[in-house]
């Protein structure tokens, strides 16, 4: 029965390997881009506390979570609490010590020696907060600090890791990461830290504490606990995967030992960072998870080394296979046997170790490659980018680098370049038997697949051809319209432009002859008239001929035309008085109908800007002491509702047989008794209409040519819930 189930799993294997091999890459790449894309945030600002105080009145740490790092009031060997704080500060005493955090307390000079690694101290940071995050609640992520703690926020105590005390025998060191909230209770906020070490030669706060806004900062912990849940789970998975293969085939021994190495540090990835294995496990005791996080980190050179031999015989001698096993045996032992305060000295030189077999594996993968043995280039460059990223946690550690937790990163990228040259080795072994039938098939499949390519790139090219001559026709059209519009706006200017010109150059001439000396001074003045008229009269063709050819862009938005028609009437009532008429609002009756009710999406600039047309126009044929009047209403025709803008005058009024032509471009309407020059170029009427049916509306004007006339703007009203602009 085993022989037969052993038969099926390897025919199983021999058949879907290379399938279940590109589901897995797939999964990862798709996972490794996702996590480290979302938990990438922009820099934090650089701020750092001075003399124990971090200055935050400009910084909104709310939105903007930084890390507190800079100078801590510091008190060694005491443990104090807020309370016996503030009781010296009161008798007058003040901190005179302060560290810089993060750092550990080894080797920080005081009274003219230098401190080691255990032993307990007092922590104190008080931050200043801006007047946006007094009333906010924020959050502190604490990192694993060495080796038990005690935070208290203003003058409460929020969180306690393992316990402090001032004896070995009255502390119980623990390992995790903690997120804890609080509300400011004013404008600072004094952060009080009891520290206790005895278990490590390292003490204090050696990682950075980072201070934001609890959602900021829940959500970033969020993501970077579920990017190392991912980053553990692929390598688990992968050095599973690779241990069945050898289980099926022990032949080749290359599949153990990359399954034991992915495996094992993927048991690592989950004790150090966000260290996951106390939220899966939090009663976990410390010394077994520097074991076992120590207890892998010494094996994984000899393992690695013996993978290598596997891929490539040539690569490892006899002597270095020696000098590997004396020296990781010699480095287990250490560890197993000895207490954490001895074993995590020899970070330095354990180190050392693996990075030396790193490098000689780089040495001899470089040998390889230069005689172009399969998969060496792949493997160099892999093991590279491991070796730099395994060395900056070494560094991280021991504090000379500011970049934490790289290894499993670079550690996975190695092992998915390895897991893919393992994978293809496996499958051309098992797949031999088959090699035979699969070239026939392949040559088949090459044929048809020749005949869809043929098919394939003849519609490509057709497609290639069809949109290079649409985007030739659309560009041809885009030509056409803006030569249009060229042509146009010269006719105008033309046409519009010759009359005052020729004015301005008898003026001119009458200035040269001395035809009326006497008059100069009214002829220049003539002339300045007729220069701002023609400036004016470009401008306004110039904005017309682009509404006529649609180069006018818009910003439609939904807007309150009961609160616009109150701001332009509060923003023009001024400007139409000053010329000495009444001007007047009436929308009372739409008002207490509801806000909502009249809605219309618009641009509102290019609105106000017809209305004001109208209104410009009703104030020049408006005798002084008359009337200009804005009311607005409601109708509605075929189910669709429609906002009607009303601006009347008490004017001189307008023929009814040309209220058709007062919109038409040019046309000019002069009432008797006003100047021809007081009548306008006729632009404003015509670029109003352009404005209203660019909103799908209408523009019409209504008078019996003796008591004034009524402008009519009819507006669609949006039936939308979006957002209203009031």
Same mark, same amino acid.
């Not at 091999?21 to 881009?33: E, K, M, N």
């Not at 792949?378 to 504090?399: C, H, R």
């Not at 080795?425 to 039938?437: G, L």
């Not at 007081?678 to 523009?699: D, F, K, P, S, Y």
């Given at each position: ?470 985007? %030739? ?16 706006? %010269? ?236």
């Amino acid at each position: 029965m085993e022989i037969g189930a052993s038969f099926i799993m390897r025919g199983i294997f021999r058949s879907g390997s290379r399938t279940i091999l590109l589901h897995i890459v797939a999964v990862i790449i798709v996972g490794l881009v996702t996590s480290f894309v979302v938990v990438s945030t922009p820099d934090s600002p650089k701020i750092q506390s001075e003399e124990g105080i971090l200055d935050l009145t400009r910084v909104h740490v709310n939105k903007n979570p930084l890390t507190l790092q800079g100078e801590w009031a510091y008190y060694w060997q005491e443990l104090l609490s807020p309370e016996d704080i503030r009781s010296r500060m009161e008798s007058g005493e003040k901190a005179d010590r302060y560290i810089n955090i993060p750092s550990s307390w080894l080797g920080y000079p005081m009274d003219g020696q230098e401190l080691n690694g255990t032993g307990f101290a007092t922590f104190r940071l008080v931050i200043e907060l801006s007047e946006q995050d007094r009333n906010e609640r924020l959050a502190l992520r604490m990192p694993t600090i060495f080796h038990a703690y005690k935070l208290w926020v203003n003058g409460e105590l929020l969180t306690e890791v393992g316990a402090v005390g001032e004896e070995k025998s009255s502390v119980t060191p623990q390992l995790a990461t903690k997120l804890v909230f609080f509300q400011p209770e004013n404008d600072t906020v004094e952060l009080v830290l009891q520290v206790s070490n005895f278990h490590h030669h390292r003490g204090g706060i050696t990682k950075n504490i980072e201070l934001g806004g609890s959602d900021a900062l829940t959500v970033k912990t969020n993501l970077k606990i579920a990017s190392e849940m991912f980053i553990t789970a692929s390598l688990l998975v992968i050095g599973a995967y690779h241990l069945l293969l050898f289980v099926l085939r022990r032949k080749d021994r290359a599949p153990l030992y990359f399954g034991l190495f992915t495996a094992l540090f993927g048991i690592r990835s989950m004790l150090v960072g966000e260290h996951l294995i106390t939220k899966l496990w939090p009663a976990i005791p410390w010394e077994m998870q520097f074991k076992i996080e120590y207890l892998i980190l010494c094996s994984s050179g000899y393992i690695i080394t013996m993978y290598a031999s596997c891929i490539f015989p040539q690569s490892v001698s006899r002597w270095f296979h020696l000098y590997s096993r004396i020296a990781t045996g010699t480095l287990c032992l250490v560890v197993a046997v000895t207490p954490a305060l001895i074993y995590t000295k020899l970070l330095l030189l354990i180190g050392a170790v693996v990075v030396l077999h790193m490098v000689y594996l780089i040495v001899g993968l470089v040998q390889s490659a230069v005689r172009r043995v399969e998969g060496a280039l792949i493997f160099l460059l892999v093991s590279m980018v491991a070796l730099v990223t395994v060395v900056n946690d070494f560094l991280y550690f021991n504090e000379w680098s500011p970049i934490a937790n790289t290894s499993p990163l670079g550690l996975l990228v190695f092992t998915i370049a390895q897991m893919i040259l393992l994978s293809s080795r496996f499958a051309r072994t098992a797949s031999n038997e088959e090699r035979i039938a699969r070239e026939l098939q392949d040559t088949n499949n090459k044929l048809i697949e020749m005949n869809m390519n043929l098919e394939r790139i003849v519609e490509e090219r057709t497609h290639a051809l069809t949109k290079a001559h649409d985007e %030739l026709r659309i560009s041809y059209d885009r030509l056409l319209h803006s030569e249009q519009g060229r042509k146009k706006l %010269l006719a105008y200017i033309t046409h519009d432009l010759r009359l005052p010109l020729a004015s301005m150059l008898g003026y001119v001439e009458a200035v040269q002859d001395g035809v009326m000396p006497e008059r100069n001074e009214q002829y220049l003045k003539y002339i300045r008239e007729n220069t701002i008229r023609v400036n004016r009269m470009i401008e306004e063709l110039t904005f017309l001929s682009h509404l006529e050819t649609g180069q006018v862009s818009y910003r439609m938005e939904p807007v309150d035309m009961v609160h616009f028609l109150r701001r332009f009437y509060e923003q023009y009532e001024l400007v139409v008085r000053d010329s000495g008429v009444d001007f007047l609002l009436e929308i009372e009756e739409v008002e207490d109908e509801g806000r909502d009710l009249l809605v219309v999406e618009m641009d509102e600039h290019r609105i106000e800007q017809a209305l004001f047309n109208i209104v410009s126009n009703a104030m020049k044929f408006t005798l002084s002491g008359g009337l200009v009047r804005i009311t607005l209403a409601v109708d509605e025709v075929k189910d669709t509702r429609y906002a009607i803008i009303r601006v009347q005058d008490s004017g001189t009024g307008i023929p009814p047989d040309q209220l058709e032509q007062i919109f038409d471009r040019n046309y000019r309407y002069v009432p008797p008794g006003v100047e021809k020059g007081g009548a306008g170029n006729g632009l404003g009427l015509a670029i109003c209409r352009e404005i209203v049916q660019a909103h799908g509306g209408t523009v019409r004007a209504e008078s019996d040519g003796q008591t004034g006339a009524a402008f009519y703007v009819t507006l669609p009203v949006h039936s939308g819930r979006r957002k209203v602009t009031a």
